[in-house]
């Protein structure tokens, strides 16, 4: 069975290289989403994510120069966007262009909120293989790929040095027991393990997966995985951490992760699995930390993760398609892909920077690169709607004892399918 792991090109170091249906107008005339400020101009509207716009203001003013236009930047939740464009997008005053999660666009396309681009094979081979895979559906494009994140292991050099570090999680798992045992209030590595989005990374390692893939990496969402006796046997290996006190209690639910950042940033935990997000936050915080791959598991496998993809894409309600489509390729390019990284620290999807030196330099990217050659794509289909909630669910009671994981499991997929039937 496939379980979607990727080889993200040439093992994982070319990662660095780096609600109904819309209109389907194809003219740059008439006003767009937002109007021109006089008779004839164009305006773009474009959703940017939060804390973001300084990596591309440089650009959008050369845009704007080049192609006579004025762009309108605003940032948003990127994760949220996609929500706001259901509501704007009809009533006209919604983006031409967003920046929206990879594992969300085959929902989008589906509501058909989604312009489908016409990009050619060279603008295609600007990216990684995966990042543009993100973007895919049914043998369509409908973004290009502005930033990859997947999750890595931060630690407090204070606490813990880089050659104390435990290489697999069984060690982890001691080193964390002694801590707690010995010290009030102290732990050394912290997880959300109760959420699939970081669970997967061990359930996958013993054979779990979400949907079966067929040979061209379609998914099945009739075949899942998340209930057969490697997931299984993953969620057991969680539910230790938890059964022994080695997590604190107040790292299972919603506040997970709001506790885990505390932790760490408090110097009370040795070490956290997060994501790049983090890593100007920590360091504002004014914790000295490095960041690894994610830990061995006991079978010999690797620690497994998520690679997410954020991408810009066009609006079907745009009433300038075809030149929010020059924008998204032109804000994607390889010396824009550069610039916004040297400014946001997002980890460009262009496989061309490979060997930049901004790139290279930055242990965070290169701990990315590493954990990339053991990482998967987060399902894009609309049926990984109907996965989070069950197995995020059924994850928590295992945490919390109140379940076993051979029957917490098999009850999260028998509610994921049936949500996927109600929802066909």
């Known amino acids: 069975m496939k379980k979607g792991y990727l080889g993200f090109l040439a093992a994982g170091t070319a990662l660095i290289l780096l609600s109904g249906c819309g209109p389907k107008g194809n003219s740059d005339s008439g006003a767009s989403g937002t109007a021109g400020k006089e008779e004839g101009t164009i305006e773009l509207l474009v959703w940017e994510d939060q804390a973001k716009s300084d990596g591309i203001k440089d650009a959008i003013a050369a845009f704007e120069k080049e192609n006579d236009v004025t762009i309108k930047l ?10 706001d464009l259901r509501l704007d997008g009809p009533a006209g005053t919604g983006a031409d262009v967003i920046t929206i999660p990879g594992d969300q666009i085959g929902t989008a396309v589906t509501e058909g909120l989604l312009k489908e681009l016409d990009v050619a094979d060279a603008t295609k081979k600007l990216y990684t293989e995966a990042a543009m895979a993100s973007q895919t559906v049914d043998g369509k494009i409908y973004g290009l790929p502005k930033a990859v994140e997947t999750q890595v292991l931060f630690y407090n050099k204070e606490l813990v040095s880089e050659d104390q570090l435990p290489k697999t999680l069984d060690e982890w798992y001691d080193y964390s027991k002694n801590i707690t045992d010995n010290e009030k ?68 639910g919603e506040q997970g992760t709001n506790v ?56 079907s309600y745009s009433k300038h398609p075809e030149m929010a489509e020059k924008f998204v390729e032109f804000i994607t390019n390889e010396e824009n892909s550069k610039a916004r990284y040297e400014k946001t ?19 965070g990217a290169a701990a990315i690169a590493a954990q990339s050659q053991y990482a998967e794509l987060t399902p894009g289909i609309t049926a990984m709607n109907s996965v989070w909630e069950p197995v995020d669910a059924a994850l928590q009671t295992i945490a919390t004892a109140k379940a076993e994981s051979s029957a917490a499991l098999p ?4 509610q994921i399918k049936s949500a996927i039937a109600a929802n066909k």
């Not at 912290?190 to 996958?204: E, K, L, P, R």
């Not at 915080?285 to 960041?291: Q, R």
């Open 74 to 83: 605003v940032e948003k939740a990127y994760a949220g966007q996609i929500e």
């Open 185 to 252: 209030d102290k732990y050394g590595l912290v997880a959300t393990f109760d959420q699939i989005y970081y669970a997967q990374g061990i359930m996958s390692g013993y054979g779990g997966y979400i949907f079966g893939q067929d040979a061209d990496g379609n998914y099945n969402p009739d075949d899942i995985g998340l209930d057969n006796a490697g997931a299984i046997e993953g969620a057991e290996v969680i539910k230790t951490f938890y059964d022994n006190k080695v997590l604190p209690s107040g790292i299972i």
């Open 260 to 315: 885990l950042d505390s932790l760490f940033t408090e110097g009370k935990a040795a070490a956290v699995i997060s994501g790049p997000w983090n890593l100007a936050p920590y360091k504002e915080a004014g914790i000295d930390y490095g960041v690894k791959e994610l830990p061995l598991l006991s079978n010999g496998e690797h620690m497994g993760s998520f690679i997410g993809v954020k991408s810009y894409n066009v609006s």
């Open 345 to 363: 620290q997002e980890v460009p999807a262009v496989a061309a920077l490979a060997d930049d030196p901004a790139v290279q330099e930055s242990e």
């Open 411 to 414: 009850e999260a997929v028998k």
